[in-house]
């Protein structure tokens, strides 16, 4: 891999950039933190959350990601002190639905299941600490989908 040229994006650039304190935002910081503030705010007015996520190679999605970079910002919706991490997002209910063609949520393949781990977690460090996952899994099994989506509407338990 020696002598391959690294190819630097304005993408790359963009997301190495210093975002200041919000007293000290330029226009172009306003802007970049705009839909940050409206899917905080969003979260912050919302008593429950409901969260679909599908299951894609092991992980969530790449929107699903994305906003979760968005709601993460630290001194806004966690902080750290000499006490530790603070979830600054609390009492919310959250439900996050989980879609997936095997089954992870036993057997074999829970090891793969990064999604409902990561999410608990996540939300969690956050301050979502009531949150339940429903799952309908196993719908790529033949013959199954029909059964295994049933199956996930059945658990639903609010």
Known sequence: MRGLPLKVTSLLIDMLKYLPPADNHTPENKEAVKHSNQAI????????IVIGAPLYNFG??????????????????FKYSEAGAEGLI??????????????????PMQPYDFVAPYLKSLLGFLGMTDLKVFR????????????????GIDSIVL
Do not use: C, F
């Open 136 to 151: 309908a899994e196993g719908t790529a099994y033949p013959g199954q989908a029909e059964a295994a989506l049933q199956k």
């Open 90 to 107: 609390k009492d919310k209910i959250v439900y996050v639905a989980i879609a997936s063609g095997a089954i992870y949520s036993n057997g």
């Open 60 to 77: 969530i999605p790449s929107s699903l990601k994305a906003w979760v970079d968005h709601i993460a910002r630290a001194n806004v919706t």
């Open 41 to 48: 705010a969003e979260i912050m007015d919302a008593d429950i």
